[in-house]
């Protein structure tokens, strides 16, 4: 019976929180929801006995993805309204609907295939940390995968967008250019 009303409660939570991040202007708001709706994202793996799933979502996401997040959020005009160009948003939501159909085909034929098993014995000698990793790397490895890349797209993205913040872009100029800059602006410091 605890299990079922902490399952609720959490189930509650978590879903409040992710809904505020994705509803609220202010970014501030944005990542302590985000921030909360992980723990309690952790709290499920508790109930389920994977502690170490659970320490994983509190330390990895919570702390160190969210402490990145929050740092590159400082380069960004929270204030400003974001005005999205988009020609044709019809086709734009077929094609984005079509790509994530793709996706989740390609996320749940591993885990349905019959041809794809975990057939590892639980080694309680070891500990949950070796069947977690048999697992991950054998039957759920296209969604690791998947995952890494995410969040290695999502890392180039927050780069670039911080850097298009900038008065220029050293992206943007030749190797001589940025050269003439750096010497120019050594000589205004040397000035003042």
Request: aromatic residues 12%.
């Amino acid at each position: 019976m605890f299990e079922i009303v902490a399952f609720i409660i959490f189930s509650v939570l978590t879903i409040s929180m992710f809904s505020i991040t994705v509803l609220t202007n202010n970014a501030l708001y944005a990542l302590s929801s985000l921030a909360a709706g992980m723990i309690f994202i952790s709290a499920f793996f508790f109930l389920l006995n994977a502690d170490f799933l659970g320490a994983v979502q509190i330390v990895v996401y919570t702390g160190a993805v969210m402490s990145l997040y929050a740092f590159g959020m400082m380069f960004f005009d929270s204030l400003a309204e974001v005005k999205e160009k988009i020609k044709n948003p019809r086709l734009v939501f077929l094609l984005s609907g079509m790509l994530s159909l793709i996706i989740v085909v390609v996320f749940v034929a591993p885990i349905i295939g019959q041809d794809v098993e975990a057939n590892y014995p639980v080694h309680p000698e070891y500990g949950n940390s070796v069947d977690i990793g048999l697992v991950l790397f054998t039957k759920y490895l296209v969604p690791f995968e998947v995952a890494a890349i995410m969040l290695l797209v999502a890392m180039i993205g927050g780069i670039v967008l911080a850097g298009k913040k900038m008065n220029e872009s050293y992206s943007e100029m030749k190797e001589d250019e940025i050269d003439e800059k750096i010497k120019l602006d050594a000589s205004k410091k040397d000035d003042k």
